[in-house]
């Protein structure tokens, strides 16, 4: 791992509702390291997508990043002028969208739309940005000869190709997926996250995967940082999270990931629903939910403490010295 390409800093993003202010996501922090690859993940409105949003400054009214910092290397983004983030984009963060593959147009070929990217934002001439596509598509394991094809002559799991090959096309070293391998079938998203990793490898990216599947997003990340209900209650290694996890909430979630290799584990799912977070008190947001929920979770919130070196957990029982006792 080298330096650090992305630094996050208590960012907190809230949206205006008819009945108040929904705090989507408040006071997030972590940061990627150069060539790593950091899942984030959570239940669906845990705030993981509003995380990536904000970090590409691409929250609409009525939401509105209300606090916080993030630096992509030395430059500031939530500060930054449009001018400046229209070059930041595409040429130094990308994002691979959620439903990438039907974002695609389908009337113009798939190599052109993946040219436009390139002279959008690079002054490069038509010919050098048809050499960088074929490049780019071989890149992804297509032909470089089917840079001529219509989307529909391509199927979901090559449409997700051309996705990432597009998010590729001005080489950033940071790259953000969104959900972007949800709804394709099991051997096609296994085969996409093989592409990302073996990229992430070959050009020493940077990525954040953001999933609600968290076997997929284990198998190939370096460190995880758990989302709930708009905070982050959990970042550590890949390894600590899936056999030294510390917040109820990580221990939940694994308990409900059925696994493949102990075919005999006792799945629990977790009960209740994420909190509506409109005008939402100060409390630890799990605590409807969690079993070892005291009077202190009602009233305060826990903050984000290191619970050993490069090990940050959210939650009062790390003060307390309580001894977790879980159902697996
Ligand atoms: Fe559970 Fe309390 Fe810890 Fe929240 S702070 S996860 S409610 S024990």
């Known amino acids: 791992m080298g330096k650090t390409v992305l630094s996050v800093e208590n960012l ?7 009945k108040g202010i929904s705090r989507a996501v408040e006071n997030v922090s972590f940061t990627v390291e150069e060539g790593e690859i950091l899942g984030l993940i ?34 500031e983004l939530i500060s930054a002028s449009e001018a400046d983030l229209y070059d930041i984009r595409w040429s130094e963060i990308s994002v691979i969208p959620q439903s990438a593959m039907n974002a695609l147009n389908p009337v113009h070929r798939i190599g052109e739309q993946i040219m436009e990217a390139i002279l959008i934002h690079e002054h490069v001439s038509k010919k050098e940005a048809l050499d960088r596509t074929k490049v780019l598509l071989e890149l992804v394991g297509i032909d470089r000869e089917r840079w ?22 001005c080489y950033p070293k940071m790259i953000i997926s969104d959900e972007s391998t949800t709804g394709l ?15 992430q490898r070959k ?13 997929m997003v284990t198998s190939i990340s370096d460190k995880i940082a758990i989302m709930y209900a708009g905070k982050l209650v959990e970042w550590a290694s890949t390894d600590d999270i899936l056999h ?22 006792k799945i629990v799912s ?48 790390e003060e307390e010295n309580h001894e977790l006792t879980y159902t697996s």
């Open 244 to 265: 030294d996890a510390r917040h109820p909430y990580s221990r939940a979630l694994l308990d409900a990931t059925p696994d493949l290799i102990n075919r005999d584990k």
């Open 203 to 215: 050009m020493n990216l940077s990525i954040i995967l953001i999933s609600h599947d968290l076997p």
């Open 42 to 75: 959570g239940e669906s409105g845990c705030g993981k997508s509003t995380v990536a949003q904000s970090i590409l400054r691409l929250i609409e009214y009525p939401g509105k990043v209300v606090k916080g910092k993030v630096f992509l290397h030395e430059k």
């Open 12 to 18: 907190s993003t809230f949206y205006k509702t008819d």
């Open 148 to 169: 001529k094809s219509y989307p529909h002559e391509f199927s979901g799991g090559m449409k997700q190709r051309v996705a990432i090959a597009m998010a590729l096309a």
């Open 270 to 317: 977790i009960p209740g629903t994420v909190p509506n977070l409109v005008n939402i008190k100060s409390c630890c947001r799990f605590h409807t939910r969690c079993p070892f929920a005291f009077e202190r979770c009602k009233v305060e919130e826990p903050e984000l403490k290191e619970v050993k070196p490069g090990h940050f957990a959210a939650c009062f029982l």
């Open 185 to 199: 079938d099991v051997l096609t998203q296994s085969q996409v996250i093989a592409l990302l990793k073996d990229l």
